[in-house]
């Protein structure tokens, strides 16, 4: 089993910052990717980011990348997404999710049925 905790959510102005974080537990932690997802009131859970374990290879959503920028600490077992340049189309509760049933395509990393373990998410909301 393994346990996903989010954190570093929070209120932040249009053009702000933040950085989330994904710390991942359990038994023996061996994850083949980690992604981002996020979900706006009244709208499906969508892509946003996700970061090979091993390699540290990444994919990025149209509509965040230059913006977002997903990393991880292998040894603190720990995925993190940095938010830049935020806008009000950001808000939304952000979830990590980690796939561990071995390896995938970047087109299959970014439907969230291929992931295995989700955290309970953090909520972001950024005002105009």
């Known amino acids: 089993q393994v346990q996903l905790v989010e954190s570093g959510g929070g209120l932040v102005q249009a053009g702000g910052s933040l950085r989330l974080s994904c710390a991942a537990s359990?038994?023996?932690?061996?994850?083949?990717?980690m992604g981002w997802f996020r979900q706006a009131p009244g709208k499906d859970r969508e892509f946003v980011a996700a970061?090979?374990?091993?390699?540290?290879?990444?994919k990025h959503a149209d509509y965040v990348k230059g913006r977002f920028t997903i990393s991880r600490d292998n040894a603190k077992n720990t995925a993190y997404l940095q938010m830049n340049s935020l806008k009000p189309e950001d808000t939304a509760v952000y979830h990590c999710?980690?796939?561990?049933?071995?390896?995938?395509?970047?087109?299959?990393?970014?439907?969230?049925?291929?992931?295995?373990?989700w955290g309970q998410g953090t909520q972001v909301t950024v005002s105009s």
């Open positions: 359990g038994r023996t932690f061996s994850s083949y990717a």
């Open positions: 999710a980690a796939r561990v049933r071995g390896s995938a395509s970047w087109n299959a990393l970014t439907r969230d049925n291929e992931y295995d373990y």
């Open positions: 970061i090979t374990w091993s390699v540290g290879n990444t």
